[in-house]
């Protein structure tokens, strides 16, 4: 699996070899992480500025969709020129969390391939305290079980943190999205049955949604040390970062 991104590895792979007695392995791997999720970052902010657009935009499409309630196709037109004159997106994009699939591959790979590229894989014997980095919980002693079971209580707690957070937000999100469209003309916040039904798929998605935060207790579980270290480290700028960035969501810089 990931055997493609071999081309592009084995430069990383050396470069880590060679940083080794500087910068430990394990090291590397959080400092790789944190060096994606500030790359990352300014797109982040840019989502939440458009989010921020879309709901100033709100108004001016309730009046779109109380003009053209009678002609569908008229109204679908309208919405997407409005969108595109202001330049905002109809739906936030995912461009971030697909962009760190092939660096988790890369992780993954660099500690769990035995050869790299047809060359011994030299970094699956570095260790962190002495725990091997290509490491799995399950086949590890009793004196390597500690530090995973330290990083899955860390992990659990960012998780259960990540869940309180995200509930918190939806409910902050629907009571605005509530405010607003109480202001609004009766006949601009009539529903379809169609649009009814995706507001209720909506309202289950958003009680499952913080729940998927604990999925990455089981990832870090279940894969080595070194991806366990990248989702720890990923998933604690991702909890900070939402807290952060909420303040552009509410319309403060």
């Given at each position: 699996?990931?055997?493609?991104?071999?081309p592009?590895?084995?430069?990383?792979?050396?470069?880590?070899?060679?940083?080794?007695?500087?910068?430990?392995?394990?090291?590397?791997?959080?400092?790789?992480?944190?060096?994606?999720?500030?790359?990352?970052?300014?797109?982040?902010?840019?989502?939440?500025h458009?989010?921020?657009?879309?709901?100033?935009?709100?108004?001016?499409?309730?009046?779109?969709?109380?003009?053209?309630?009678?002609?569908?196709?008229?109204?679908?037109?309208?919405?997407?020129?409005?969108?595109?004159?202001?330049?905002?997106?109809?739906?936030?994009?995912?461009?971030?969390?697909?962009?760190?699939?092939?660096?988790?591959?890369?992780?993954?790979?660099?500690?769990?391939?035995?050869?790299?590229?047809?060359?011994?894989?030299?970094?699956?014997?570095?260790?962190?305290?002495?725990?091997?980095?290509?490491?799995?919980?399950v086949?590890?002693g009793?004196?390597?079980?500690?530090?995973?079971?330290?990083?899955?209580?860390?992990?659990?707690?960012?998780?259960?943190?990540?869940?309180?957070?995200?509930?918190?937000?939806?409910?902050?999100?629907?009571?605005?999205?509530?405010?607003?469209?109480?202001?609004?003309?009766?006949?601009?916040?009539?529903?379809?049955?169609?649009?009814?039904?995706?507001?209720?798929?909506?309202e289950?998605?958003?009680?499952?949604?913080p729940?998927?935060?604990?999925?990455?207790?089981?990832?870090?579980?279940?894969?080595?040390?070194?991806?366990?270290?990248?989702?720890?480290?990923?998933?604690?700028?991702?909890?900070?970062?939402?807290?952060?960035?909420?303040?552009?969501r509410?319309?403060?810089?």
């Amino acid at each position: 699996m990931f055997s493609f991104l071999d081309p592009v590895l084995l430069p990383v792979h050396d470069l880590l070899d060679a940083l080794s007695p500087v910068v430990p392995a394990g090291l590397a791997v959080v400092l790789l992480t944190l060096a994606l999720r500030l790359v990352l970052h300014p797109l982040n902010r840019r989502t939440q500025h458009q989010a921020v657009r879309r709901r100033e935009l709100e108004p001016r499409l309730a009046q779109l969709r109380s003009q053209h309630a009678k002609d569908p196709q008229a109204m679908q037109r309208a919405v997407l020129e409005l969108h595109r004159e202001e330049g905002v997106p109809l739906a936030p994009g995912c461009l971030t969390a697909l962009l760190q699939v092939p660096v988790f591959g890369m992780v993954y790979r660099l500690f769990t391939a035995p050869e790299i590229a047809g060359a011994h894989n030299r970094l699956l014997d570095h260790t962190v305290l002495g725990t091997p980095l290509s490491q799995h919980l399950v086949g590890a002693g009793a004196g390597d079980r500690w530090i995973f079971l330290v990083l899955i209580g860390l992990t659990l707690t960012v998780a259960a943190f990540s869940a309180w957070q995200l509930r918190r937000h939806m409910a902050e999100d629907r009571a605005v999205a509530a405010q607003a469209a109480a202001g609004r003309p009766s006949t601009a916040t009539q529903l379809s049955a169609q649009q009814q039904a995706m507001a209720d798929s909506m309202e289950q998605v958003t009680k499952v949604m913080p729940l998927l935060s604990f999925l990455t207790v089981a990832a870090v579980a279940s894969l080595p040390l070194a991806a366990g270290l990248y989702l720890v480290t990923s998933t604690m700028w991702g909890l900070l970062e939402r807290a952060s960035l909420r303040r552009i969501r509410h319309g403060r810089r």
